[in-house]
């Protein structure tokens, strides 16, 4: 279950948003009096309530509000208490203050807003001598392996127990604590107003994540990078596991740059079935994998991670056959040649990064001719050398003719969308301009080049293709492409409105 915390100034809009989440499903709401300007009135926040309710008064040391006596705040607490509400939110420290009455469960919370402390168990052990209907434990995740450690606390735990991390860190506990037996979660009523560090929206949780669906035999899939908070890919994933009706759920796993093979490892006890990889893993992770396909082992680097029938990890690089038919899809939109549309192509290659170590080995692969240009000189004609193709200076990456040209850098993502990598005067009317950027859409490189008369692929196909082959690797399932398409041009539209 999902308990939405609604943290307002006034009386009148905390029961209208009460009202309104419980249109929306919910079935547990909590309230946070510490949030209301005037002195809270308990009994007129809990009459008619639409739901059950946690009644909760953080203090500032808690990261609360509350300005007033910690005698009326505690008077507070009791008259929920004695008003039967079903669950009070008290803190470890003045559980002892508070005695048990009537029907209210009592929550006993720890909260720790710096770190997840080494004697996590010893906290625990505490919590549950304050007489608890639930204990409530909750700590900043510092790294990826907090949250595993939080999760598996939960799953231990005598008394039930609701645990996960705050931070981008700790977003994974606030998703999974249910599959190992956390009572609840927390999620607040809209992204706008997180009130604490990490948590998602009551409708993020649902819709994308759909919680409480998730159970103990769930398979647990993911994207790994850093940054990861960004990423679209837990939405298109998920989105296609709703569609097609599977026991599944796919995660953000923020992992440093140092940390993954530890990472992995810890992960190891979460029983991940597989991972997308992006920036900065894709080397990383090939040299973790048991199994690699020729592509990933050309290109050195490797998208995607999964477990085979001997529960050996595979690694794959979807990017490499996602890249080739975007751009044959722009060259040859009806499927008619009877050889590969790129064989004979002059293709320039902007920038030398992991997708464009991909989409150059393919580009080679399929007999075109192919020019990398990159701003750091060193590292493009590395590209190239590895590669076998010509480079080009960035400051020449303008000049010569070429049938193709290819952006496999960042430059017009979002939010810096008035930018482009190659000067509108560069591009030549029968060109093909394929931008890997997918965010936005129609990139500024992309609109000059149909206006000069181009014919253009966004990086829609692109990531779009690369996904749908993640997935059938993932299930074994043929991918819903349409809707995963669609999924990603409305979470683009919804990123481009923040």
Not at 108 to 130: M, Q, R, V
Not at 423 to 434: K, P, Y
Request: aromatic letters at 8%; proline letters at 5%; one cysteine or more.
């Amino acid at each position: 279950m999902i308990c939405v915390s609604i943290g307002r100034t006034r009386h009148k809009m905390v029961m209208m948003e009460h009202r309104s989440l419980a249109e929306k499903g919910a079935e547990l709401v909590e309230l946070r009096l510490d949030w209301i300007a005037r002195a809270p009135d308990v009994n007129r926040l809990i009459k008619d309530r639409p739901t059950p309710v946690v009644i909760t008064c953080r203090r500032p040391e808690d990261k609360g509000r509350w300005n007033r006596s910690e005698e009326q705040r505690q008077a507070l607490l009791r008259t929920a208490i004695v008003s039967e509400v079903e669950y009070v939110d008290i803190e470890d420290d003045i559980a002892d203050k508070i005695p048990r009455y009537g029907k209210t469960k009592r929550i006993i919370s720890h909260h720790n807003f710096d770190e997840t402390p080494d004697d996590l168990e010893e906290i625990y052990t505490s919590l549950c001598e304050k007489d608890p209907d639930i204990v409530k434990l909750v700590t900043m995740a510092n790294s990826p392996g907090d949250s595993v450690r939080m999760l598996k606390l939960v799953a231990n735990a005598k008394v039930p127990t609701i645990g996960f991390c705050m931070g981008e860190y700790g977003v994974i506990s606030r998703i999974l604590c249910g599959k190992y037996g956390s009572p609840f979660t927390y999620a607040t009523f809209s992204r706008e107003r997180e009130l604490a560090p990490g948590q998602l929206s009551f409708s993020e949780m649902t819709r994308i994540y759909r919680y409480d669906e998730i159970g103990p035999e769930t398979p647990v899939y993911g994207v790994i990078g850093d940054p990861i908070a960004h990423s679209l890919s837990p939405l298109i994933h998920n989105i296609a596991f709703r569609h097609d009706k599977l026991d599944a759920v796919y995660l953000p796993f923020r992992v440093p740059k140092d940390r993954l093979p530890e990472t992995l490892k810890e992960f190891e006890w979460l029983n991940v079935q597989g991972y997308s990889v992006t920036i900065p893993h894709k080397a990383g992770a090939l040299n973790l994998a048991g199994e690699a396909d020729e592509a990933s082992k050309t290109m050195g680097v490797a998208n995607t991670l999964f477990r085979d029938s001997d529960n050996v990890w595979q690694a794959r690089n979807t990017d490499y056959d996602a890249a080739l038919d975007s751009i044959r899809l722009g060259l040859d939109p009806e499927g008619n040649a009877t050889t590969d549309p790129i064989d004979g192509k002059q293709v320039l290659l902007l920038g030398a990064g992991g997708v464009s170590r991909a989409i150059g080995a393919g580009i080679v692969a399929a007999g075109g001719a192919l020019t990398i240009s990159n701003r750091s000189r060193e590292r493009g004609e590395k590209l190239a050398k590895d590669l076998g193709c010509a480079y080009s200076t960035w400051e020449n990456r303008g000049s010569g003719h070429f049938d193709i040209l290819v952006n496999g850098t960042a430059v017009g993502m979002h939010p810096k969308v008035n930018e482009t990598p190659f000067a509108q005067n560069f591009l030549q009317d029968d060109m093909l301009v394929f931008d890997t950027v997918y965010n936005p859409e129609n990139t500024l490189l992309l609109k000059q080049a149909r206006e000069r008369g181009c014919k253009t692929v966004s990086g829609i196909e692109m990531f779009v293709r690369q996904a749908a082959a993640q997935y059938k690797l993932f299930t074994g399932k043929e991918p819903p492409l349409e809707v995963m398409r669609n999924t990603l041009r409305k979470g683009i539209s919804a990123v481009g409105k923040l």
